[in-house]
Nanobody
């Protein structure tokens, strides 16, 4: 139901913009979260945007570098990632929550459906 895209290989300090799109859902009806999972590590929450007022939430390790946003006309949620570092290397996935709220946004159980991941590799 969700399609994540935009990953790739980027040098340290570079930028990428990830997209989370849906063809049969109106994403503005849901809270949308971004998660990432690096090799050998647990999946961790990166960011969330709520459905009601578009409130945004970020993990401490991405604050000031990543920005989550919606484009309702394109039915897409974006994750703009700047100042990327090697430790940002991971598979990034988006997920949707029926509640529309980002409360407990960094918990996997807060989301009801997931998209496949897109690989982000930060390396020189």
């Amino acid at each position: 139901q969700l399609q994540a895209s935009g990953g790739g290989l980027v040098q340290p300090g570079g930028s990428l913009r990830l997209s989370c799109a849906a063809s049969e859902l109106i994403l503005d009806d849901f809270a949308i979260g971004w998660f990432r999972q690096a090799p050998g590590k647990e999946r961790e929450g990166v960011s969330c945007i709520s459905s009601s007022n578009g409130s945004t939430y970020y993990a401490e390790f991405v604050k000031g570098r990543f920005t989550i946003s919606r484009d309702n006309a394109k039915n897409t949620v974006y994750l703009q990632m700047n100042s990327l570092q090697p430790e940002d290397t991971a598979v990034y996935s988006c997920a949707g929550g029926y509640s529309g709220s980002c409360i407990f946004w960094d918990e996997l159980g807060s989301y009801d459906f997931w998209g496949q991941g897109t690989q982000v590799t930060v390396s020189s």
